[in-house]
């Protein structure tokens, strides 16, 4: 055993030295052989066994006796014993299946004590005691197995648990051996163990045994990495000399001295020189691996191979090598003695002298009972269960995540059928390097076997692929990647894949368990970012890779956390496993793409096989603003409308691929939709060119993007729009208008539409006078839509486009052409203009003077076009979709201002065409924009020849201009001229006829009614308002908000802000606008009293309450009172006047201006008229009306010069006028006690011809567009119009 003793010394230097660097397989081997001798002897003295026998025995009936414990703890003690008597009977059997059985039941009952946790304590026996006992007595088992590989791991799992333990107990000898400088500080300490035997744990560790672990765990890590890589193999030493380690005992092991011959430990640290007394002494050594024999037969081609000076060679061109050589190599050879090397991990020059002739070959053991029975790791009994059923593949991946020192040998243990992945083949060889390079021949089993030097391109090949493998078992190694390393994996991942057989199979599984378990079990950014990196390069040299992941288990949730910590590359990979859109927003992941899009350049891909980070970052953020509903959308839209990340997103598009692009058009796209602020940041600050390149792609959907784009940037202020225009000209090149054109060949209707729609806008922008090719295309591509239903989305999409063409929009991207048109036929009332929806009166775009100029050149180009476009508007305005109508309708307005300045044959067939058309949105029950706008076209287009068919309208069409007079002055001299031409006594029809029926019961009566922005305001008793989208005959609930906490009394419109205003028996009034397409109250406003009507005049609101007087507030909302004297009941305001109803059946008119105040009417003298106070107070025109028990009227100016009413009517006996409504015919009064009844009477000559029945009681009356409108007690609105 002195041999040994030196070998092992040898060692301990190596190791005290560099316990961090590279052992190589001959250092191993003397440790495996030490152990397994010490064991093979244990097994053979009986006396010594029993003897560590008794002391444990001793150790447990001492615990016994101080204290109680569970039965649990009992259990784990005595599967310990019988584990230990099973040993002993195996010993003593002679058949040799009852002695497999025995061995397989101790080692399943010892495993129980060998997972305990070390630091806790059973039955008052220190875990660590128990723990390093099991280990001990595994080590048995696995010698009587013929494991020598896990003999020595079991040996040394001990000495890692308990160094001292082991060292005075179990094997001093062989501590001493392998640990000759720690052990000798030892000897006081063994003597006061062995005194203090009954105590607990009587081994206290001091530094001695730390270090001792520490040099365990060294020997035991790199003991499992070379029996991992040479799994399946069970090495023979044959040697010519006389045995260094010799037992007493014949032996069955492998290791016997029939089979081991000669032995040295090689140094551990190959650069140390050891050319001294050892250099004769020492023999060549080498292990010929059975799977690389073919390489063999290729020794003569391998001697050609180019030879390279490593250690001159740079990092860069090792690994161009590299590829070489793989390159070099793809056919399936297995590799012989010479054709790989094993080096030190920091010096692949490092000499290994020769000291003699030794050889290895690999056999499979010979058992002296099958190792069939012995090696089915599955457990049959259930023993423990909870504790022994261990998932392997998460046993593995955690020791390759954290550091291999840390992994738990039981564990390693458990191997099932799926640790085959773990099956490694590596080729390495001890190379005699003499220090003038010569090569040598070694016998081998009678063979001429050529050995190959270090600098052999081949043995540099492994010996590369040997220490990028031997790095990924390391988590320190993981830690120290760099990107060189990445494309060593890489390209060895790549060779292998191209290989066949189980044993490259098996290298891969390892390579991606290692990496999956790096990116699921580290806590360290580092190594995670390492593995990410790799597994992303393999996966683009081989995308199948990622259905192999999925397999293994690779988790999104992984990736995702990943992801959150900055690698970016983790979202390529998340990208690629293609999780479902549910999947993808249960990891909450927007906030952290947004910052990887906005630091776009920090950030290199490094392959083009596989979309960058960024660009799977825009993938991902894609399906998350598209995959979901419209509400789930928008809360992931406004987490990424912000400035600062639109920002980023703009950046990205200046420097891009077409994969990137794509997804970045539609995220702004969808962005666009959502904000209109993010529109007019984008329009601004976004590069037109990387969207002109999408327009000119090959790529079919990125061409729709870009289409898709650019109709919604389009969709904007109309000097913006211009702007946009010129920066695409500029920007871009002579080929869009080209593929512009091919779009309009080649695609859908829609998207031709869209083509048409930039192709025509860009084309007006160079000239409106020319004919072009372009701009005729692009028409007679949207007229034909329009005129076309056979695809009645591309017939809606071209009227919007058509209808626009000539106007303008808001920032919002909200059609405003028609607010441009109504605001040009003189709609001024602000009750009228909040008849019409998404129209923001105060908006700039109204005001901007290029859309003048842009509509006169752009009309002119179409009206060029001749008749066909005439001829396709009017069959669009008899469409039957509603909206194709109302679109064509506006187009026919915004052309008839060119259509004035044309020549007469133009302006009369135009008229001939069209406004037969155009009629029939006139009538009543129309929207009032509707009637406004064929108003529009009939005074533009009936001129000259065109008057006779103004002549010639209908009855019905001649009304309807009448009724509209009091909207727009154009009616009025439409209507003039009509019956000038040819007098018409207008005959007024009194049939009224029920239009809407709606409401709530829940919500109580309906106090007021009001138009808001084209919606229907209704306020209930419960303090509830809610409004409604009023379409002909239906309605729907838009908005529902409850803000006050009593009824809503009264409504008014303040007209700078375009805000709504509700007064409340709460006492306050609340300012509302809508924000975010929702009715927000911005504003509340103290009354002191409940309120009970409420008018406006600029920034003034003028309020009435029940006390006395007009309350006043101005734009700082300071209170101040009018008409202090009297008890107002109601008011309106007019012409910058206020006119005041009160109690006592007087009117009294105050200036805004200058706070005059007038009485306009005096109060009854009689005293019993005096208590019929005004009720009811409304402006027509320039008529004032009000009403008590008897309705009075006359014109304004009239009123104040007489002091007396130009017309009066009374109701009847007993009743009082509640509510008045009054439009162009007819007056509307609601009287009591018929509160459920609304009277019909004829404004003009004052008679009374008929009544409309509501049903119950009513509590609230508007009339609006000649529709009359009522609210119930009941929580019904209901409307009516005249025939």
Not at 397 to 417: C, M, P, Q, V
Not at 934 to 946: E, H, Q, R, V
Not at 1041 to 1048: D, I, L, P
Request: glycine share 6%; proline share 2%.
């Amino acid at each position: 055993m002195e041999a040994s003793s030196s070998s092992a010394s040898m060692v301990l230097g190596s190791v005290s030295s560099h316990d961090q660097e590279r052992l190589n397989l001959k250092s191993i081997w003397g440790v495996v052989v030490s152990v397994n001798n010490f064991i093979h002897k244990l097994i053979s003295n009986a006396k010594t066994r029993n003897s560590i026998r008794m002391r444990c025995a001793t150790k447990f009936t001492t615990a016994r006796k101080h204290k109680f414990f569970e039965f649990s703890e009992q259990s784990v003690l005595s599967n310990f014993y019988w584990g230990i008597d099973s040993i002993e009977a195996a010993i003593q059997e002679k058949c040799l299946d009852e002695k497999a059985a025995l061995l397989k039941k101790a080692e399943q009952m010892l495993q129980v004590p060998a997972l305990l946790d070390e630091h806790g304590v059973t039955a008052g026996i220190h875990n660590r005691y128990l723990v390093c006992c099991s280990y001990f007595y595994l080590s048995l088992v696995r010698k009587l197995q013929e494991d020598e590989w896990q003999v020595a791991l079991h040996f040394l799992q001990a000495v890692l648990v308990s160094p001292g333990l082991v060292q005075t107990e179990f094997a001093p000898e062989l501590c001493e051996r392998l640990f000759p400088s720690r052990t000798a500080k030892c000897g006081k300490q063994a003597t006061r163990g062995r005194g203090n035997a009954g105590s607990n744990f009587p081994y206290v560790e001091q530094e001695e045994d730390e270090a001792i672990g520490r040099m365990a765990r060294v020997w035991r890590d790199w003991l499992m990495y070379y029996q991992v890589m040479l799994y399946g193999e069970t090495p023979r030493w044959e040697c010519d000399t006389e045995p260094q380690y010799s037992m007493h005992e014949k032996s069955t092991s492998s290791f016997s001295s029939s089979t081991i011959e000669h032995w040295e430990v090689h140094p551990f640290d190959p650069r140390e020189d050891i050319g001294g007394g050892m250099g004769d002494e020492m023999k060549t050594f080498s292990i010929y691996i059975r799977e690389f024999e073919e390489y063999e037969k290729t020794a003569k081609d391998l001697d050609q191979v180019t030879s390279f000076n490593v250690e001159k060679l740079q990092r860069g061109s090792s690994i161009k090598r590299l590829h070489d050589m793989l390159n070099d190599s793809q056919s399936d050879m297995r590799t012989s003695v010479g054709s790989c090397s094993d080096f030190s991990a920091y010096d692949i020059e490092s000499e290994v002298m020769d000291y003699g002739e030794c050889s290895l070959t690999t056999t499979r053991s010979s058992a002296d009972f099958p190792r069939s029975e012995i090696c089915d790791w599955k457990l049959q009994e259930s023993v423990r269960k909870e504790v022994l059923e261990v998932n392997n593949s998460a046993l593995l991946a955690s020791g390759f995540a954290s550091s291999i020192k840390s992994l738990n040998l039981t564990l390693f243990e458990h191997r099932d059928k799926k640790s085959k992945t773990f099956r490694q083949h590596c080729m390495i060889n001890q190379m005699d390097h003499q220090q003038s390079g010569a090569r040598r021949k070694h016998n081998f089993r009678g063979h001429e076997v050529s050995s190959h030097p270090a600098k052999d391109s081949k043995s540099e090949l492994f010996h590369m692929t040997e220490k990028a493998i031997s790095k990924l078992l390391y988590s320190e190694g993981l830690g120290k990647w760099e990107e060189d390393h990445v494309v060593e994996v890489t390209t060895i991942y790549e060779i292998l894949g191209k290989k066949n057989g189980e044993n490259c199979a098996v290298l891969k599984d390892m390579i991606l368990d290692q990496l999956l378990a790096g990116i699921s079990s580290s806590t360290e950014d580092i190594v995670i970012r390492a593995s990410i990196s790799i597994l992303t390069s393999i996966a683009a040299a081989n995308k199948s890779v990622i259905e192999d992941v999925k397999k293994k288990g690779l988790q999104l949730s992984d990736l995702a956390s990943a992801l959150k910590r900055n690698v970016q590359e983790a979202a390529v990979l998340f990208y690629l496993m293609n999780p479902t859109p549910a999947e993808i927003k249960t990891f909450e992941l927007l906030p952290t793409l947004a910052g990887i899009m906005c630091t776009s350049n920090s950030y290199k891909c490094r392959s083009g096989s596989l979309p960058s980070p960024m660009t799977a970052c825009l993938m991902i953020t894609e399906i998350l603003v598209t995959a979901f509903d419209h509400a789930t959308n928008n809360v992931h839209l406004a987490e990424i409308s912000s400035p600062n990340v639109l920002e980023g997103l703009l950046d990205v598009a200046r420097d891009t691929n077409i994969e990137e692009l794509i997804s970045l058009a539609t995220i702004l796209v969808k962005c666009i939709q959502y904000e209109g602020d993010s529109r007019r940041y984008i329009s601004k600050l976004a590069p037109v060119a990387p969207f002109v390149r999408l327009l000119e792609s090959n790529n079919k959907h990125a061409k729709f993007i870009a289409l898709e784009f650019f109709h919604h940037a389009l969709c904007m202020p109309r000097s913006s729009t211009i702007t946009l225009l010129k920066r695409l000209q500029r920007e871009g090149n002579t080929n869009v208008m080209n593929s512009l054109m091919l779009c309009i060949e080649q695609f859908e209707p829609e998207y031709q539409v869209l083509a048409a729609n930039l192709l025509l806008h860009l084309d007006t922008l160079d000239n409106s006078t020319c004919k072009s090719i372009f701009r005729e295309e692009a028409v007679q591509v949207l007229l034909k839509s329009v005129a076309s239903e056979e695809t009645c989305g591309a017939q809606q999409l071209s009227a919007f486009i058509i209808s626009n063409l000539g106007g303008t929009y808001s920032w919002t991207g909200e059609p405003y052409t028609i607010g441009w048109l109504v605001k040009k036929a003189c709609l001024t009332s602000s009750y009228q203009r909040n008849m019409i929806k998404n129209i923001c009166w105060s908006d700039d775009c109204l005001e901007d003077a290029g859309t003048d100029t842009w509509c006169s050149k752009i009309a002119r180009s179409i009206i060029n076009i001749g008749n066909p476009v005439f001829h396709s508007l009017a069959k669009g305005l008899k469409s039957t979709i509603r909206s194709v109508s109302r679109d064509c309708l506006t187009t026919v307005a915004w052309l008839g201002f060119e259509i004035v300045k044309s020549p007469e044959s133009v302006k009369f067939t135009a008229c001939e065409i069209l406004l037969s058309g155009v009629e029939q949105f006139l009538h009543p029950g129309m929207e009032l924009e509707e009637r406004v706008l064929a108003c529009l076209c009939i005074y533009n287009y009936a001129s000259g020849k065109g008057m006779k068919k103004l002549v010639h309208f209908s009855e019905g069409v001649r009304e309807s201009l009448r009724r509209l007079s009091s909207v727009t002055w154009m009616a009025e001299e439409l209507h003039k001229v009509a019956d000038y031409v040819q007098p018409f006594l207008s005959r007024i029809s009194c049939v009224h006829t029920q239009i809407l029926e709606v409401g709530v019961s829940c919500s109580g009566a309906v106090c007021a009614l009001i138009y808001y922005k084209g919606f229907l305001c209704s306020g209930y008793s419960d303090g509830s308002i809610k409004v409604w989208n009023i379409k002909g005959q239906s309605a729907t609930l838009v908005w529902d908000v409850k803000e006050h906490k009593k009824a809503v009394t009264c409504f008014s419109l303040v007209e700078p802000g375009d805000s709504l205003i509700s007064g409340s028996l709460d006492k306050t009034i609340r300012v509302w606008q809508v924000v975010h397409r929702k009715l927000e109250c911005i504003e509340v406003i103290a009354a002191k009293k409940p309120v009970q009507h409420l008018n406006t005049h600029g920034q003034m609101i003028f309020a009435t309450t029940n006390g006395h007087g007009i309350k006043v507030f101005d734009a700082s909302r300071k209170a101040k009172y009018n008409c202090k004297s009297k008890r107002v009941k109601c008011m309106a305001v007019v012409q910058g006047k206020i006119f005041a109803g009160c109690k006592d059946s007087s009117i009294q008119e105050f200036s805004i201006m200058n706070n005059r105040a007038q009485e306009i009417k005096a109060a009854r003298k009689f005293w019993k008229l005096q208590k019929r106070p005004i009720t009811a107070i409304v402006t027509y025109k320039d008529w004032l009306y009000s009403a008590s028990s008897i309705v009075e009227g006359s014109n304004l100016k009239e009123w104040r010069r007489h002091i007396r009413p130009q017309m009066s009517l009374k109701t009847g006996k007993r009743e009082r006028v509640k509510e008045m409504g009054i439009v162009e015919d007819f007056m509307y009064l609601n009287c009591s006690p018929a509160t459920n009844c609304i009277q019909i009477w004829l404004r003009g000559s004052q008679q009374k011809v008929g009544r409309i029945s509501a049903g119950s009681r009513i509590t609230s009356l508007l009339t609006a567009n000649d529709i009359i409108l009522c609210g119930t007690e009941t929580g019904l609105i209901k409307a009516w119009i005249p025939l």
